[in-house]
């Protein structure tokens, strides 16, 4: 068995941080039933990278990662028969996750109170951007909205240049850890008091611990801080320098005066080491650019693996800068199923991502691609809520399942 075998999730959840919440919980056995729609899709279907370059709403290699090894079932909320669906799926549910702006579940009656008083043991999750309440809770958009809002975008860049911000909608990627812990908490909270909970998830706040140095800074000595590029307070050198080929880097950081002075027997360059302009770090931070070129003059006429090989095995931080195609090619990545092969009715064999931790006893199990539209439509109402072939046939003429 896998730990959340008994677990039954109702989710509808959408885009990217939702998903990435419910993803976790199949992939160590809940039973996650998602709600869609064919008259309104999901956003993160029209993203790519799609599967041979072809745009289409099942081969989006961001919606097959982020919702493989659910079941899928097509409703139009807006249907009174729709309604009456998912009430009986929050019956049968022990979590329902939502990740639409506050207003959205009330305006359909499927916020927390309304449900509770169907399930009174419920536990819920409402993931958006701001969160379900203060000035800010209507504010509608994606993970980078949400980095802009909560400052990451003023810290990232050079201070020469306009905010540059962190790569990708960040809020999105860091949500879903929370998410699930939030979830997992909930569950085992009920298993010891029968009590259901609601749990309010802000993706800006969740994202806010990465930046509490700054946060500190600010409040307690009113320092407000800009992007500084690759440099580092507390670290010199540290940067990415230009390696043998076209457009090939290498990362190198010292946090201490021994790893400098590796790093100037490894380049060959003990005169540096013996440097009054670079003895300490202090030396260093004040002379870092002069020292940034001595260290790329080096760097260039070495490939970038020769020199992570060289600096690690002499104990000094350094990685070569992976393309996105080294990444998929990377051995350490997939020898722990980083990428994984799942078949698909439409795509045929397609790629998506593993899980994102391994358990040693009870490892990740993806069952299966992500859905299309009402894949498993008759499956859920059927074998899920026993509802027979009369019924099933007058919700497809009422247009519920749409």
Known sequence: ????????????????????????????GATVVRIESANRIDGARTVGPFHRNKPSHDGSGLFGTYNAGKLGLSLDLRKPQAREVVLDLVRWADVVCESFSPKAMRAWGLDYESLRAVKPDLIMLSSCLMGQSGPLSGFVGFGNMAAAVSGFYNLCGWPDRPPSGPFGAYTDYVAPRFGAVSVLAALEYRRRTGKGQYIDQSQAESALHFLAPTLLDCAINARTEQGVGNDDSNCAPHGVYPARGDDRWVAIACPTDEVWRRLCSVMRSDDLASDANFATLADRLRNRRQLD????????????????????????PAAALKDSRQVCEDNQLASRGYLIEVEHPVLGKTVIEGPRFLLSRTPARIPGPA????????YVLESILGYDEQRISDLAISGALQ
């Open 1 to 28: 068995m896998l730990p959340l075998d008994d677990v039954k999730v109702l989710d509808f959840m959408w885009a990217l941080a939702g998903p990435g919440t419910t993803r976790t919980l199949a992939d160590y």
């Open 293 to 316: 070129q001595l260290i790329a003059g080096w760097t260039k006429g070495l490939a970038a693996d020769e020199i992570e090989t060289l600096l690690q095995s002499a104990g000094i």
């Open 371 to 378: 859905p299309t539209i009402g894949r498993d439509s008759q």
